[in-house]
């Protein structure tokens, strides 16, 4: 009997010429965080974004968040309001600073951060004399954010806005790239995104002052001496010559990973709206998202859990969407605004396989498992 493939939620999927610019670093022995290979995968990404932007390449989203929040200034005893529906690395740095998040829930539009709700979080805050330092948005599953909007509010009150866009690289809003929208982006290259490094990350800024300053940040904040003398704490959070190489073969073939994500959610779509448990988010006007997980909300906690377990029983991994950050144990004593949308979300919603790489084959077994759920949905 054969064994059937496991099909995986979102794996890797390599074009060709990553071992190219991989072979590239170790024949010329750039193995360092330095290189040609970095300063290439950022002018690839600079060239991809379009508009007046630098980028500089780091060791994960993670750490780009982290500089982008110091580089902004935000220190111990301010507040960050933060999206709750995220994933924690959207608001772990802003603990790493010694700051505090504050959470807001989400619009029920595009499943992000509700501009409603954030400007009534910014009154009260600064009612209460705790005007936030900045704000961190969220292309959630690569579905851009309200950014006009956000954008608006955050000018209103002078609050910078860091542009969390880890799951959002070849998302555009309103013809710009997302990652160029706010004064700071951010993208990853985790194994499960759209392009990979294995790890990885940018930080996308204004200017190059911006960038320097990060960079500099990001090895170790060593000043400009002939022996090591450092004036400030730094990081070692510069991405390597070798991962970078990866990065630049995975440029080259990021719009055809955005047409086959795309292409996922599209058959999804066909084939499971006839069922009336089962909803999509559609991509409001101006929006045009990676689809880089496509996501079902149901009508029930039973029927997402009947379809993620009918799933895993064939060895194909789902997920239940992101659990929101305001009710997290570690973010237990936070403050949060919210209206119920993203715990909702999270008891009904479920990530389906996404990978680039699914076959047809792979996309008519899941299907198949999915029409064949007991009870019928």
């Known amino acids: 009997m054969l064994t059937k493939t496991k099909i995986y939620l979102s794996s890797p999927h390599m074009g060709g010429n990553e071992q190219k610019y991989v072979n590239d670093a170790f024949e010329t022995n750039w193995i360092a965080p330095l290189g040609p290979n970095v300063n290439g995968f950022e002018d690839d990404i600079k060239s991809y974004l379009g508009f007046n932007n630098e980028v500089a390449v780091l060791s994960s989203g993670t750490a780009s968040i982290h500089l982008a929040l110091e580089l902004i200034g935000v220190s111990k005893g301010d507040e960050v309001l933060c999206q709750s529906f995220t994933f924690s690395a959207s608001a772990n740095p802003i603990m790493y600073l010694g700051a505090t998040p504050v959470f807001i829930d989400s619009e029920k539009d595009t499943w992000n951060m509700s501009p409603e709700l954030l400007e009534i979080a910014i009154k009260d805050r600064i009612e ?7 704000i961190v948005a969220v292309h959630l599953y690569g579905m851009p954010y309200k950014a006009n909007e956000i954008n608006a509010i955050a000018k209103k009150y002078d609050i910078a806005v860091v542009e969390d866009s880890a799951e959002a690289l070849g998302s555009t809003y309103h013809d710009k790239a997302c990652g160029t929208l706010s004064d700071f982006g951010i993208l990853s290259f985790n194994g499960n995104k759209i392009i990979t490094t ?38 070692n959070y510069r991405m390597s010559n070798v991962l970078a190489g990866i990065g630049r073969g995975q440029m080259e073939v990021l719009d055809d990973r955005v047409a086959a994500r795309r292409a996922n959610y599209e058959f999804y779509k066909k084939h499971l709206s006839g069922f009336n448990t089962i909803e999509f988010v559609d991509e409001p006007a101006g929006s045009y998202s990676n689809r880089w997980i496509t996501c079902i909300k149901t009508d029930s906690f039973e ?75």
């Open 128 to 134: 209460k004399n705790k005007k936030p330092k900045a």
């Open 198 to 235: 294995s790890g990885g990350g940018a930080l996308i800024t204004k200017t190059k002052v911006l960038k320097d300053k990060a960079v500099f940040l990001s090895t170790q904040a060593r000043d400009d001496a002939p022996h090591y003398q450092h004036s400030h704490v730094g990081y």
């Open 303 to 377: 029927t997402r859990e009947k379809i993620r377990l009918t799933l895993l029983e064939d060895d194909i991994e789902s997920r239940p969407l992101w659990k929101p950050m305001h009710t997290q144990p570690v973010f237990k004593d936070c403050l949060h605004f919210s209206d119920g949308t993203s715990e909702d979300l999270f008891e009904k919603g479920l990530c389906l396989p996404s990978g680039s790489n699914l076959t047809n084959d792979d996309l008519n077994r899941i299907l198949e498992i999915i029409n064949n759920t007991p009870p019928n949905l």
